[in-house]
């Protein structure tokens, strides 16, 4: 194997999908707190009160809140965000389980309502600040390095509903405060930061499930990412100033796409996909610029975006040190009809005849793991890293207690393989925390029993359980791969 040594093996985490206390210690609501639960064939919900105060939901992805409404939560709905895993009463216990492993990190984020309920008062929390405190000392305690990231996917409520979220301009002074305040409270404690979770899903989730989004959402979803991309720049630029050790990266949903047949109309429908789904977003983080095909994207959706020229300055100014993404799963682009579809949690199009499919309805695919690292190294020279990886399964835990994943152990062999011949052949990977390395709730659906974890936990998608904790047999597979740096892993 041909890991290096301090090769930064560890999991992954979101404070959302894990930390509960939803509304402990003068913590905030963020949009996932009016988020419902749903399941492989039915959606996540957002739920509201309307202008004459009547009850109502919206699809959690697409959905468009009603005139004069307001976010809220409804006393007959399931919200299995609020108590996550109870990750902020059982951090202790969950870190000694990560130290057991042999982590060398652990990706987790920071709650941005619980550092700044509303997101726009001008004085942090106290208790919030402590309890991130409280948490990275643990972490070095086992001299578990934190990676950082400061924002996935919770925006305080507060903002959505007064400011009308990223669309507003407003924000970027907003987050640039509470990075600032990240970087200062917590210097000398962490040194690897990401900006922004999956930054790329903006664009990437408006054709995925094969309708048409709107000219006016196209104009929106890139008004927002544009002001994510300058609050990103301000923070690294801001970061580097508080520590220069501070390493700050950007962080991309990876999906490797492949073209269905050898139509040169499929060649360049995949291309156009990396563009604008992968390479938008990654050229600007990393080269500080909006590459050459992003006219032709705003032109498709006759998009006008605002950009002033301090944009522009800052964009060149805050590029990322490292490149991390998510890797779960590759597509299919094609022009042409096709009969035999897939359809699941974040996924649609073309079967891909040459794989197989998780419950969930992803394509497992190793080898376009290998094939992203390397496309990606070669566009932009930088520190690489997977920070998401991982199986969603049906877990079954047996009379005497034990769980057997060999399936998980399977996906994460591959992967692991795949991530070896990537720096075989000269990839600059530096290192792979697999999500959900404790079990949590699932972003896509809000379910427990799709299932990450090395460490499973007792609660059940109706929101019962002890939250008990409990190895499974990938537990002491992963403890063995870390343990030699990546070389056993039968």
């Known amino acids: ?6 090769f930064l093996w560890g999991g992954a985490t979101a404070a959302n999908q894990c930390e509960g206390a939803w509304n402990v210690d003068g913590r905030g609501p963020a949009l996932t707190d009016v988020t419902t639960g749903g399941s492989v064939n039915s959606p996540r919900y957002v739920t509201f009160l309307d202008k004459d105060g009547k009850p109502g939901k919206i699809p959690a992805h697409g959905g468009v809140l009603p005139e004069g409404a307001k976010y809220a939560v409804l006393e007959d709905e399931l919200y299995p965000n609020h108590d996550g895993i109870d990750f902020y009463h059982h951090y202790k216990e969950d870190i000694a389980l990560f130290a057991e492993m042999g982590f060398k990190t652990f990706r987790m ?15 942090p929390n ?12 643990e972490l070095k305690k086992y001299n578990i390095e934190p990676l950082v990231t400061i924002w996935h996917f919770d925006t305080p409520l507060y903002l959505e509903e007064h400011y009308g979220g990223w669309k507003n301009r407003e924000l970027i002074s907003f987050y640039e405060r509470f990075a600032k305040t990240c970087f200062t409270e917590f210097k000398g404690l962490v040194k690897y930061w990401l900006t922004f979770n999956e930054i790329n899903n903006t664009v990437m989730f408006l054709d995925l499930f094969g309708g048409k989004a709107s000219d006016e959402a196209y104009q929106n979803a890139y008004q927002h990412l544009h002001h994510q991309f300058v609050a990103s720049a301000r923070a690294v630029k801001i970061g580097h100033e508080i520590d220069s050790e501070n390493q700050i990266g950007c962080m991309i949903c990876g999906i490797t796409f492949y073209p269905l047949t050898s139509d040169p109309k499929d060649i360049l429908a995949n291309r156009h996909t990396w563009e604008q789904n992968i390479f938008y977003c990654g050229d600007v983080q990393c080269k500080g610029e909006y590459g050459s095909y992003a006219k032709r994207l705003w032109k498709e959706h006759n998009v006008n975006l605002e950009i002033t020229e301090q944009d522009v300055k800052d964009l060149k100014e805050g590029t990322v040190d490292i490149y991390t993404f998510s890797y779960y799963m590759s597509t299919i682009v094609t022009t042409h009809k096709v009969d035999e579809k897939v359809g699941g949690n974040f996924s649609a199009g073309a079967k891909n005849p040459y794989l197989t499919y998780s419950d969930w309805g992803w394509a497992l695919d190793p080898d376009g793991l290998t094939y992203y690292l390397e496309m990606i190294y070669d566009r932009y020279h930088k520190p690489l890293m997977v920070v998401e ?16 994943d060999p399936y998980r152990i399977e996906y994460f062999r591959e ?19 697999p999500w959900g390395c404790i079990d949590l709730v699932s972003a896509g659906t809000g379910e427990m029993r799709k299932r990450y974890g090395f460490i499973y936990v007792d609660k059940h998608d109706d929101g019962t359980g002890t939250m008990k904790r409990s190895k499974k047999d990938s537990f002491a597979w992963y403890k063995k791969v870390i343990a030699s740096n990546g070389k056993d892993i039968d």
Request: cysteine-free.
């Open 389 to 404: 990886n991982g199986l969603g399964a049906f877990d079954k835990v047996e009379e005497d207690g034990s769980i057997h």
């Open 1 to 6: 194997m041909a890991f290096k040594e301090g």
């Open 109 to 123: 984020s920071i709650s941005w309502s619980r550092l700044y309920p509303n997101g726009d008062e001008l004085e």
């Open 415 to 433: 992967h692991i393989k795949a991530m070896d011949t990537a720096i075989e052949n000269g990839v600059d990977l530096i290192g792979f925390t």
């Open 126 to 137: 106290p208790k919030g600040i402590e309890f991130y405190r409280n948490v990275f000392t």
